[in-house]
């Protein structure tokens, strides 16, 4: 065979084999949008900043698709027990799923313990959606259609921020405060919901509030006792056999939501580990992000069901 036949034959390999791999990555073959270098969500210095290291600056990535029919945006929390940040597993591939499928990702990088403890990671996450909300025209996205997603102890944070948030301060010099902190919605998997003995995960718990926690921050900040009507709408996944997080951390939640109202869907089921994240490699469990696709398309926060 010539050389340039072999040239040529070599090189479109390559390009089919690439773009195999991009399919496989963000489960679609629709093509991923570069991320925007991170933003610092305070620029001048997060509140309680314990120094200027890099591990005091929270910051949020944007993950923004070619198109958003639904002008839907989601902070993604990836999971870490409060100690480090699963950003690949629970982050950039979420933001990449989420993309695919014509919704916009927001990457959170916040502040951790033992350096950290609440309310640090709760103002950061708040302070997300608000940028988010306040950013949005800019984004091409709806104010009202801004979600939060979190798996594991960012399940926690994302339960946190959903059930305490504010209006915003319409009079704040800066914009970013002048936005609401709500959440429209809500996304948890598999997370830590309790600070309760018995039912919370123990290293989330010492990280958030210390090693002799407060009894009234354990109650304040056990999610399944703060919900009320003003809770957002929430899908929820995890495992029966989950040996991290009980599972009840979960199953509490929601029946908290359904007591007061709230609209929402859990799904459970029998088998897997904890921190699957997508879980695709998983026969049994890669069918929850179909199941989570399918309720957001019920709300309106995506635009196509799955098959």
């Not at 929390?77 to 499928?101: I, K, V």
């Amino acid at each position: 065979m010539p050389y340039r036949r072999r040239f040529l034959l070599s090189l479109a390999v390559f390009a089919f084999c690439s773009v195999l791999l991009m399919r496989g990555q963000s489960g679609s073959p629709e093509p991923v949008q570069p991320a925007a270098a991170p933003v610092l969500l305070w620029p001048g210095g997060a509140p309680g900043a314990l120094g200027s290291g890099d591990l005091d600056k929270p910051t949020l990535t944007a993950y923004l698709p070619a198109q958003n029919p639904t002008h839907t945006g989601i902070v993604v929390c990836p999971g870490g027990g409060y100690s480090m940040l699963a950003t690949d597993l629970e982050g950039t591939q979420f933001a990449h799923w989420l993309n695919a499928r014509g919704v916009a990702a927001f990457v959170l990088k916040y502040r951790l313990g033992p350096r950290y403890h609440h309310p640090a990671e709760l103002l950061d996450a708040q302070r997300a959606i608000r940028y988010v909300r306040s950013q949005a025209a800019a984004d091409g996205l709806d104010p009202k259609h801004i979600g939060i997603w979190g798996s594991s102890a960012g399940g926690h944070l994302a339960a946190t921020t959903a059930t305490h948030f504010d209006a915003g301060n319409p009079g704040a010099a800066d914009p970013i405060e002048r936005a609401s902190s709500r959440p429209d919605f809500l996304v948890l998997s598999y997370p830590v919901i309790s600070m309760q003995p018995g039912i919370t995960h123990n290293g989330s718990l010492h990280m958030l509030l210390g090693e002799q926690p407060n009894p009234a921050l354990e109650n304040e900040l056990s999610n399944e006792l703060q919900v009320t009507p003003q809770t957002p709408p929430a899908f929820l996944f995890s495992t029966t056999n989950d040996g991290t997080v009980p599972v009840m951390n979960t199953v509490l939640f929601y029946q908290a939501l359904v007591r007061a109202g709230v609209p929402a869907e859990m799904h459970i089921f029998e088998q897997g580990h904890h921190g699957v994240g997508l879980a695709q490699d998983n026969p049994q469990l890669r069918m929850w992000p179909v199941l989570l696709q399918n309720w957001l398309h019920l709300n309106g926060w995506m635009e196509n069901g799955a098959e």
